[in-house]
């Protein structure tokens, strides 16, 4: 079974700043995916980066970075250089290697203020 | 390449009626997953099919079922519906069931049970 938490509902950051999400996840899985969606208002679920577990160096897509620290089950995000176009809700979700089934957190809703 | 489609749009159905969604994957396709998205209960699995079988399922009732046809496509139906069917239904397609694969959200089916 697999679980993923994510303790802030609401963020908030100044354009061009530093944000970090934080998510925090539960599983029995060996080999697993982590991942972060970013869903705008228009609904449509969006991949922004993907962690494969077995791999320590941290991902990095452009402005997106995560902070994956296994033995601690934490998986942040770190998005750079903000823009008003980031604002979304941003889920944090894992996934079995062996399969697709998606586990999802209860999303962070990122405001982004000019 | 044409993404996820997912129809129809938006349905409004009364209490006790039935509702079938569709969902046509990314061509080339195979998987497909489906999800429910609720203020309460947040993102969760439903069931996903694969070479038109159903690989995994989730907790939901047996009013939930679905169907995956020989080109990918996939169908969703709630029989008897209830207040609290009302839900953001999403559907994602991959090439496999595979981890590795990037799953693809569609922009999803807002539904309103009355």
């Known amino acids: 079974a697999q679980t993923v938490t994510q303790s802030q509902p609401e963020m908030s950051v100044q354009e061009a700043e530093t944000v970090t999400l934080s998510c925090t996840y539960d599983?029995?899985?060996?080999?697993?995916?982590l991942f972060w969606y970013k869903q705008p208002p228009s609904r449509q679920m969006i991949l922004v980066i993907r962690?494969?577990?077995?791999?320590?160096q941290n991902a990095t897509e452009n402005r997106f970075s995560v902070n994956f620290q296994k033995a601690a089950k934490s998986f942040s995000l770190k998005i750079s250089d903000s823009q008003l176009g980031d604002a979304a809700m941003y889920f944090c979700?894992?996934?079995?290697?062996?399969?697709?089934?998606?586990?999802f957190g209860e999303g962070t809703q990122l405001t982004v203020n000019p | 390449k044409a993404g996820v489609t997912q129809t129809p749009r938006y349905l409004i159905k009364t209490r006790g009626q039935q509702v079938t969604l569709s969902c046509s994957p990314i061509?080339?396709?195979?998987?497909v997953s489906w999800y429910q998205q609720t203020p309460g209960q947040g993102l969760q699995f439903l069931f996903e099919?694969?070479?038109?079988?159903?690989?995994n399922k989730g907790n939901f009732p047996g009013r939930f079922s679905g169907r995956q046809f020989s080109n990918s496509r996939s169908e969703m139906n709630v029989s008897t519906l209830e207040l609290g069917d009302s839900a953001l239904y999403l559907c994602?397609?991959?090439?496999?069931?595979?981890?590795?694969?990037?799953?693809?959200f569609g922009p999803g089916t807002r539904l309103t049970v009355t």
């Open positions: 994602a397609s991959s090439l496999a069931n595979k981890a590795s694969d990037e799953q693809y």
């Open positions: 599983t029995s899985e060996s080999d697993y995916y």
């Open positions: 962690q494969e577990a077995y791999k320590q």
């Open positions: 979700a894992s996934q079995p290697a062996s399969g697709s089934r998606l586990t």
């Open positions: 061509s080339g396709h195979r998987s």
């Open positions: 099919y694969f070479s038109e079988t159903q690989r």
